[in-house]
């Protein structure tokens, strides 16, 4: 199974997005579902049951406050083909990160050596014949000058469990962890 730990969105974010989706014409791009957008804490890929278990007694211990999510502008990852909406790096959501990597190397996952870029993946461009689409999807975005600013407290944290398909990724939650004033 391919596992990542995130966090799901709230219903006002949500609708914030929808509306985005709604002002912007996309043909032939690939939107991801409103129920499965997400912020992305880590990525831990496959996984075999011992790892699952370890990850539920390890995640369980995490200690980590509520979390002020804050979602400020759109932008793209032309090399990957995503158009996505920001998240702000705050010191809140960086030791809530820092803590799940911590956690999850008792079970075996390495963290990925890039720096951590929150964000929230909005469309995924088709296959290798996608890149002009983006592009104009980009420009779009550019001459629109698409405000987006929302903010929702994080009162919990996912392991989602990844079920690729033909017509894109969706996700299931494995389970919950909460988060706690400390």
């Known amino acids: 199974m391919r596992l990542f730990v995130g966090i799901a969105l709230d219903e006002r974010t949500t609708r914030a997005l929808e509306q985005v989706r709604e002002r912007l014409v996309a ?3 690939r939107w991801i579902r409103p129920e499965d957008r997400h912020l992305t804490l880590l990525f831990l890929g496959k996984a075999d049951e011992g ?7 390890r995640l369980a211990e995490v200690q980590s406050q ?39 190397r008792g079970c075996g996952f390495v963290p990925e050596d890039r720096a951590y870029h929150p964000h929230i993946t909005l469309v995924r461009q088709p296959g290798r014949g996608g890149a002009g689409l983006l592009r104009k999807l980009e420009k779009t975005v550019e001459r629109g000058r698409f405000h ?21 990724s ?13």
Not at 51 to 57: P, Y
Not at 149 to 167: D, N
């Open 148 to 168: 987006l600013e929302e903010e929702f407290m994080a009162e919990e944290f996912l392991l989602y469990e990844s079920f690729p398909g033909s017509g894109g």
């Open 27 to 29: 043909p032939g791009l």
């Open 170 to 182: 969706h996700y299931e939650v494995r389970m919950s962890f909460a988060l706690r004033n400390i």
């Open 51 to 57: 790892q699952v278990t370890c990850l539920a007694a």
């Open 66 to 104: 509520p979390c002020p999510i804050r979602i400020a502008g759109l932008g793209f990852f032309a090399r990957t083909g995503v158009f996505w909406a920001g998240v702000q790096v705050t010191p809140e959501l960086l030791a809530l990160q820092q803590r799940v990597i911590t956690a999850t």
